[in-house]
């Protein structure tokens, strides 16, 4: 199953549907596109003994083929999958089709920008949940540095990867330590978490999570149209 498989979702939070989630589930080790991503995955959870806390990369975006990278600052519930032992779980995906409202307000964003989500790939500086069972917690400078060769794991499998997206301040600090640790070649484009209390709080944060998205997607465009 290629990344093409899954047709372009039409509305936010398509993976509340258990028919969309199952099909999403079944090709998170089976899509061609996906499935490096995903073994890494699998072998964290075991390397870490962190279960399902760790989610899956969602077969429906780019996958390894992906040159824009969004990150955000850790997983929350509604990523996580059941097997995580907290109260309340979600997809088990990183996904803008999940069913939260941060993922509704990405999902909208790329929609307005014109941004493919087949053409990039959304993830997190620290790729486990942190925090209890009944509470997420903030990521500290221990969890980022202990994150940081992971990521790195990760961004070695994106070998078209142009550009990278930390979406908030704690992804922002995350990603400017893993740049100074590790110095890859990408362009960084840092813009606000698209949370729904920052943008409720921070009215030119929507317009330029915008303008961000816009040029990510000029800059995919531009890229993919070179022959070169």
Not at 11 to 22: G, M, Q, W, Y
Not at 141 to 157: C, G, K, N, W, Y
């Amino acid at each position: 199953m290629s990344v093409k498989s899954f047709a372009p979702t039409t509305a936010p939070r398509s993976l509340r549907d258990p028919v969309f989630l199952t099909a999403r589930l079944k090709a998170v080790r089976t899509g061609p596109s996906v499935r490096p991503l995903n073994d890494w995955v699998a072998d964290l959870r075991e390397r870490l003994d962190q279960g399902e806390s760790v989610p899956w990369f969602d077969p429906a975006s780019g996958g390894v083929e992906a040159r824009s990278l969004f990150l955000l600052e850790a997983p929350g519930r509604k990523a996580v999958g059941s097997g995580a032992g907290l109260r309340r779980t979600g997809s088990g995906i990183i996904s803008v089709d999940n069913n939260d409202p941060t993922a509704q307000n990405c999902w909208l964003l790329r929609r307005e920008a014109g941004l493919a989500y087949e053409h990039s790939l959304h993830w997190n500086i620290v790729p486990w949940y942190l925090g209890t069972a009944d509470r997420i917690a903030a990521a500290g400078r221990t969890d980022v540095q202990l994150a940081a060769p992971f990521l790195h794991e990760v961004i070695s499998l994106l070998p078209k990867l142009e550009v990278v997206v930390p979406m908030g301040r704690s992804a922002q600090a995350g990603w400017a330590a893993y740049v100074a640790r590790y110095a890859p070649a990408v362009r960084t484009l840092a813009t606000w978490h698209p949370s729904p209390r920052g943008l409720a709080s921070r009215p030119a944060a929507r317009p330029e999570i915008l303008r961000t998205m816009r040029e990510v997607a000029r800059l995919t465009v531009r890229e993919d149209a070179d022959p070169s």
